[in-house]
């Protein structure tokens, strides 16, 4: 049976929980078999009345007619109330509709027993969790998680559990020490996970004016995954902040190296460098260096903005042509483009090229998706909204130009 309670633990997505539905009336089946056996050995048949019911709200969660699987499983146990697996999957069948307070009271039901099986009550205590997460009580989920987990520290998917809250709790540093503790018990790529929940450390040190233990916190995520992103993205932040304008200029080039898809992340920390620098010779050396490894369109766009600073008009338009003959839809281009021709007097070219914006407008440049679930976020995130991974959002393809500009 405990496979059982394995497939109910699984998050209430549609198509899982169809999954987990079906795999739970295949699971009944089998422990109402294996009962019926016990019971004739023991002498204690379970009343036919009780059965039929039982039968009956499984044909109904196979057919998804969960209304009435609950009305019949909720027969089935006012004949039989020992039937502890028709009380979890009415627990779960309350909880997918929603119902979290009867969900609730269902778990306390089981645990209450006093003759339990300690695997079963430590399964109802984790259901009772999920049951909290479900109705938006993080707290409360979160202590009944860390029951699990004290009664099996082994527990991972408790771990997993308690990790997601303190993640959306924003409480990163317990988010880091959990995850640690799963690392040591699961085998898997933990290592990007850790360095984000250290960025994510830093981030609130950094928000709080403590720059050294923000440093810290950046250099400890880059040393924990070097292909940390954000980790370098944050620290070049810091150093630029501090006017060490070198020391950040080289941090950010770091993600160029290593991890050359997310090199437009980098050339846009140094749009805000035009206005502050007073020598821009770290950013000219860095973008012919990037452009001497990657001539891509964002590159392109990224010279495009220096020479206009750097007062060359015709050189940034002819970087800004190379880059939408990379890249027809680099709406971006398009508009800097607009601005550069408006701001030189040029009313009518600069019409033309918004013109030409508009038409690409319906067509983001940059697109990104989750590799992981599929969903579509406007902008890169590092932990997808949906899905609660990390590092599954990428770039996609737009139009056929981003991939072969890169
Ligand atoms: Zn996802």
Known sequence: MQSLWQWFVLPGTQQILLAAIIALAIGLIIGWGIRRNKGLRLKKAIPDKGDKSFFKGIQYILSNDHDQAIEEFTKSVQVNSDTIETYVALGNLYRSKG????????????????????????????????DYRKGGFLNRALSTFQKVGQKDPSNVKALQEIERIYEELKDWENAFLTRAKISRLAKGDHDHILAHHLVEVGKLHQQRGELSEANSSFNKAISTHKECVDAYLHLGDLYFANQEYKKAISTWK??????????????????GAYSRMQNLKPVEDFLKECSELNSDAFTHL??????????????????????????????????????????????????????????????PYLRFQCKQCGFLPKELQWQCPQCKNWDTIDLINSGGTLIEAQ
């Open 99 to 130: 119902d979290i307070d009867r969900a609730i009271r269902i778990r306390q039901n089981i645990i209450l027993r006093p003759t339990i099986d300690k695997q079963i009550a430590l399964q109802a205590l984790f259901d009772l969790g999920l």
């Open 254 to 271: 770091k993600v160029v190296e290593k991890v050359p898809q997310f090199t437009f992340l980098a050339y846009r920390r140094l749009e």
């Open 302 to 363: 990224a010279l495009a903005r220096y020479l206009y600073n750097e007062n060359d008009i015709e050189g940034a338009l002819t970087e800004i042509s190379s880059a939408l003959e990379l890249a027809p839809t680099f709406w971006e281009a398009r508009r800097f483009k607009g601005e550069i021709l408006l701001a030189q007097g040029k009313e009518d070219e600069a019409l033309a090229a918004y013109r030409e914006l508009i038409q690409q407008l319906s067509m």
